[in-house]
């Protein structure tokens, strides 16, 4: 049953973007553009992941004696994608494709997960969502963190957590699955119009840094 529900939502996902493909393409280069208007991204942290994937390189070569590789498998994806992406094309230009896909897949992440909970598009917070998106999580550079959200809003919007971010925020129990979706087929519950303000409050808290 729960496999049904998450391919059901990856099915509209996938109708979504084909149907509003020019749209979504257009927001996408966009959003990319604060990536490429300086000749260097200032990201706070990003230096040192670069300076880390710098020397991940030489390790590789042999030619930084009495280093070598700690096991990790958490906090790494950002420096993982940087160090081989950056084998093939360079490090610098490895920073101008990799920083603007964790910016595409946060600002993605949170709109699907905003039209999860709302049952429709929420195109009228965009501007909203852009300046999350460059917000405190991005200046800081902490980019493993800023991906992980990311990829967690796509995964609660996927598996049917509609109200468990905006609800634990308030306090208040979250309902997923099928206790959610039976009330919610057939009645409008009280606080509904409230799904957005809460969902939004949850993104802003986990990119505000407090």
Known sequence: MEIERQGSCLAAGVRFVREHRLRVAIISVGLMIPCFWH????????????????LAQLIERGQAPGLYFAKQWNNV???????KIGNLVGLGVAQKIVVPLCVLIFFWGAFA????????????????LAMLAYGWTFSVGFFNY???LGLGFFAMALTGFRLAAGLM???LPAETGAAAGAGRKYTRQPGESWDWFWIMQAVMRSTSGT
């Open 39 to 54: 000749r260097r991204i200032e990201a706070g942290d990003l230096g040192s992941h670069v300076y880390n994937a710098w």
């Open 77 to 83: 994806l950002f420096d993982f994608l940087l160090l």
């Open 113 to 128: 997960l905003l039209a999860a909970v709302a049952r429709r598009a929420p195109w009228f917070l965009l501007p909203c």
């Open 146 to 148: 800023y991906l992980s």
């Open 169 to 171: 925020t308030s306090g």
